[in-house]
């Protein structure tokens, strides 16, 4: 006796639901928390410092996350004659993230977002012409990553951002004829965890 048409398509959709979950994406959507350890270099920095922060990860769709963070991290800029500033930058910032390839466990995305920097400015070496000061600044920031899932609910994650960052003691050097630039390249690895 041949099988029906249907009872045959209920068996292919039986066996189709016992295979294992090969083609399920790394990526659902879910929130994730977790932090991450980052150096940054200014485009006047005098060197590459160490910094952190938090971070909160909402994946929305297989492709789609934004993140909000609150970071930490210093400088000293300084220009071919040695130190001019001491900058003290904590961001809050939020990012859009487009990942690439979301059902495998590597996941190159792209980032681009704001934040609020909170930026505090000290005078150093041979400057003279600048105060201590404390202002909150919008900055633009983007860049590009790489998200590796070791499990379903945990990813690490290794990204470069640029961000056009220009404190007001800065600008006001620029315009005393100092040779300064603003921005300041961030490399960060971090990992999270999502339920």
Known sequence: MKPSRT???ALFAARGAALPATAQAWSDPGLGLGARLS????????????GGGLLLRYRMTGSLALE??????????ADAEGPLLDVLDVPVTGTGLLFFLPRTRVQPYLLAGAGLHVVRTRPAGRNASTTESTEAQF?????????VRPSRGTAVHLDA??????????SGLVADGYDLSPGYLLVSVGVSFSR
């Open 7 to 9: 009872a045959s398509a």
């Open 39 to 50: 150096a940054s270099s200014g485009a006047s920095a005098e060197s590459v410092t160490a």
């Open 68 to 77: 909000g963070a609150v970071s930490y991290r210093q400088e000293t800029m």
């Open 139 to 147: 900055a633009l920031h983007a860049g590009a990553g790489i998200d």
């Open 161 to 170: 951002r640029w961000v056009f960052l220009e404190p007001t003691a800065l």
